[in-house]
């Protein structure tokens, strides 16, 4: 063989070609999809809550595996809507399955097939991009009863693989990544390397003040609540010092959200500038106003705030 040759072959096998696609993560709500992207991204860029229905717009979070970038697409969780909020949601979130080039269905082993998972089902069988499916929470379901839960998926919908993972544990991820690193399609990343998530951060501070506000108030506060970073300054020592509005719609709520004395308030703060200092890696300074706003689930610009279209009718 020419050594120019032999040369020219060990090279390109050293090198092989880079891989990058979107995977669009679809689920029911709490079917922890949130959980999985930060865990599969190695950072937290999507808002983690014990309460449904918290990711409201997609959310892109971004992995290298091998010589692969994946996307991946947190979409909201896919439920009977009975809001205009609650329409906006499920409509982005099959909109972004169908962008995708690889959808991959999240089920919550320990609920099964729920009629919100049944929906989703039927759905998908008119969905043409590949279907790969991961059964989550393994650890808490008898493996009989997770290969029966996965033959009743496969027959309603022929999915090309199916994963049993933990999204908390990490358990069957590698297998997962390793198959969606093979499965894009072969051309160059789309975003910089050092980059996990496409969010500005402005939106993902916002996002980590309303993490912790559903975390300090779940059960007092109920979804008419929304925050928004008003102010970002970057300061000459270095520090950031940010201001955020959450918007309710009551007076009730306000006091809520406030708390005795401000406490409640104060916790969210300290929690959220917390996190948003560990993203950033600089001091911050944060600032929280809460605001009532009526009715402002029904306002077409906070629906352009979340990212999502506002739907009509």
């Given at each position: 063989?020419?050594?120019?040759?032999?040369?020219t072959?060990?090279?390109?096998?050293?090198?092989p070609?880079?891989?990058s696609?979107?995977?669009a993560l679809?689920g029911a709500?709490?079917?922890g999809?949130?959980t999985l992207v930060?865990h599969?991204?190695?950072?937290?860029?999507?808002?983690v809550?014990?309460?449904?229905?918290?990711t409201?717009?997609?959310?892109?979070?971004?992995?290298?595996h091998?010589?692969?970038q994946?996307?991946?697409?947190?979409?909201p969780?896919?439920f009977?809507?009975r809001?205009?909020l609650d329409r906006?949601?499920?409509t982005?979130?099959?909109?972004?399955?169908?962008?995708?080039?690889?959808?991959?269905?999240?089920i919550?082993?320990?609920r099964?097939?729920?009629?919100?998972v049944?929906q989703?089902?039927?759905g998908?069988k008119?969905?043409k991009?590949?279907?790969?499916?991961?059964l989550?929470?393994?650890?808490?379901?008898r493996?009989?009863?997770?290969?029966?839960?996965?033959?009743?998926?496969?027959?309603?919908v022929?999915f090309?693989?199916t994963?049993?993972?933990?999204?908390?544990?990490?358990?069957?991820?590698?297998d997962?990544?390793?198959?969606l690193?093979?499965?894009?399609?072969e051309?160059?990343?789309?975003?910089?390397e050092?980059?996990i998530?496409?969010?500005p951060m402005?939106q993902?501070?916002?996002?980590?003040?309303?993490?912790?506000?559903f975390?300090?108030?779940h059960?007092e506060?109920?979804?008419?609540?929304?925050?928004e970073?008003?102010?970002?300054?970057?300061?000459k020592d270095?520090?950031v010092?940010?201001e955020?509005?959450i918007?309710v719609?009551?007076d009730?709520?306000?006091?809520?959200?406030?708390?005795?004395?401000?406490?409640?308030?104060?916790?969210?703060?300290?929690?959220?500038?917390?996190?948003?200092?560990e993203?950033?890696?600089?001091p911050?300074?944060?600032f929280?106003?809460?605001?009532?706003?009526?009715n402002?689930g029904?306002?077409?610009?906070r629906?352009?705030e979340?990212?999502?279209?506002?739907p009509?009718?």
């Amino acid at each position: 063989m020419d050594p120019m040759t032999e040369n020219t072959e060990i090279s390109g096998a050293s090198n092989p070609p880079t891989r990058s696609g979107f995977v669009a993560l679809i689920g029911a709500t709490n079917a922890g999809k949130s959980t999985l992207v930060n865990h599969l991204v190695g950072a937290k860029v999507s808002i983690v809550s014990h309460k449904v229905q918290t990711t409201r717009a997609i959310v892109r979070g971004i992995a290298i595996h091998d010589n692969a970038q994946i996307v991946f697409m947190d979409t909201p969780g896919i439920f009977k809507p009975r809001r205009r909020l609650d329409r906006a949601m499920v409509t982005t979130a099959w909109g972004g399955a169908k962008d995708a080039d690889v959808i991959l269905l999240l089920i919550d082993s320990e609920r099964a097939l729920t009629g919100d998972v049944q929906q989703i089902l039927e759905g998908l069988k008119e969905v043409k991009q590949p279907k790969i499916l991961a059964l989550n929470k393994i650890d808490r379901v008898r493996p009989e009863d997770l290969l029966k839960l996965a033959a009743a998926a496969n027959e309603a919908v022929p999915f090309e693989r199916t994963f049993m993972i933990s999204a908390t544990t990490g358990s069957g991820c590698k297998d997962l990544m390793d198959y969606l690193a093979a499965k894009l399609p072969e051309g160059p990343w789309y975003y910089p390397e050092d980059q996990i998530s496409d969010l500005p951060m402005r939106q993902l501070a916002a996002e980590i003040t309303r993490e912790k506000l559903f975390l300090r108030l779940h059960q007092e506060l109920p979804y008419s609540s929304h925050v928004e970073t008003e102010k970002w300054e970057e300061r000459k020592d270095g520090s950031v010092r940010i201001e955020q509005v959450i918007y309710v719609e009551r007076d009730s709520q306000k006091k809520i959200a406030l708390g005795k004395n401000g406490e409640a308030i104060k916790s969210i703060s300290m929690a959220s500038r917390r996190e948003i200092s560990e993203i950033l890696e600089q001091p911050v300074h944060l600032f929280l106003f809460v605001k009532v706003r009526e009715n402002w689930g029904d306002d077409p610009e906070r629906f352009r705030e979340m990212g999502l279209d506002f739907p009509t009718g």
